[in-house]
């Protein structure tokens, strides 16, 4: 089943305390949204999900299972963490043929991804001049090849116009609608309104609100 589980992570980085008791469910279906200020633990627990860092306590699951190395295939979870490296030289295309290939997949399903983040003829262009607004969509298309039941997209409003925004949650959107369990962190809770059906919000390692955004209305 496409779900995350996170249960009482904890973890240090020398004397900072990053996770402390961090707890929560991302169900399948619709867009948990993760917010809360910086430094409240977002990234490490994601970094923790795809088991890029090691908890000092609790467990992490994806589909009721640990999901401990990367040698897994990434079509189990989408993850953007964060604009990576670019070649400069090389379209975005390009990128994302290298990365279609490692995973056994073509071409077609590479310009599949580009019309579903909104890259268009961008594309096609050297990655090097790319705004940090397309290397956001480059990096959600990476995480779109597989058609992974799992997503989790660390702050993917960074550095977007405010087109690119209504763009990317609406395909936040239906990609949850489908059936996949959907991440998405923001230090802002406005960036999230109208796309989270969830709000898991974060404060100094632990969540401090988990809610769904109807009932909420509902109590409202
Ligand atoms: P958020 O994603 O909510 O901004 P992070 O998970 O990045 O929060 O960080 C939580 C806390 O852990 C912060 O105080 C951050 O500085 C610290 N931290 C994260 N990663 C490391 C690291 N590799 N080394 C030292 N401290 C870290
Ligand atoms: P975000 O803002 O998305 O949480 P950060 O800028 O906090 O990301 O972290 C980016 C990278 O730097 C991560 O790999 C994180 O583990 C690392 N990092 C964060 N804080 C520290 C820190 N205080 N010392 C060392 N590494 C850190």
Request: glycine share 16%.
């Amino acid at each position: 089943e496409a779900t995350i589980e996170v249960a009482g992570l904890r973890k240090r980085f020398g004397r900072t305390v990053a996770l402390d008791g961090m707890t929560f469910r991302v169900p399948p279906g619709r867009v948990t949204g993760f917010v809360g200020p910086n430094g409240a633990g977002k990234s490490t627990t994601m970094r923790v999900i795809l088991g890029l860092d090691a908890p000092d306590e609790g467990r992490a699951l994806v589909g009721g299972v640990p999901y401990r190395s990367l040698e897994e295939p990434l079509t189990h979870v989408g993850a953007l963490l964060d604009a990576g490296a670019l070649q400069p030289s090389r379209t975005g295309r390009d990128h994302l043929l290298w990365l279609a290939h490692s995973q056994g997949l073509g071409a077609a399903r590479v310009d599949e991804v580009i019309g579903l983040v909104g890259l268009g003829a961008e594309a096609r262009r050297r990655a090097g001049g790319y705004s940090l607004g397309m290397r956001q969509r480059l990096g959600i298309a990476a995480a779109l090849l597989g058609d992974p039941p799992v997503l989790m997209l660390d702050e993917p409003f960074n550095g977007l116009d405010p087109d690119g925004i209504v763009w990317i949650r609406g395909l936040l959107r239906s990609l949850a609608a489908e059936g996949r369990a959907v991440l998405v962190s923001s230090h802002l809770m406005s960036e999230l309104e109208g796309t989270a059906g969830q709000l898991v919000v974060a404060g100094r390692g632990r969540v401090v609100a988990d809610m769904g955004v109807a009932e909420l209305i509902e109590a409202a």
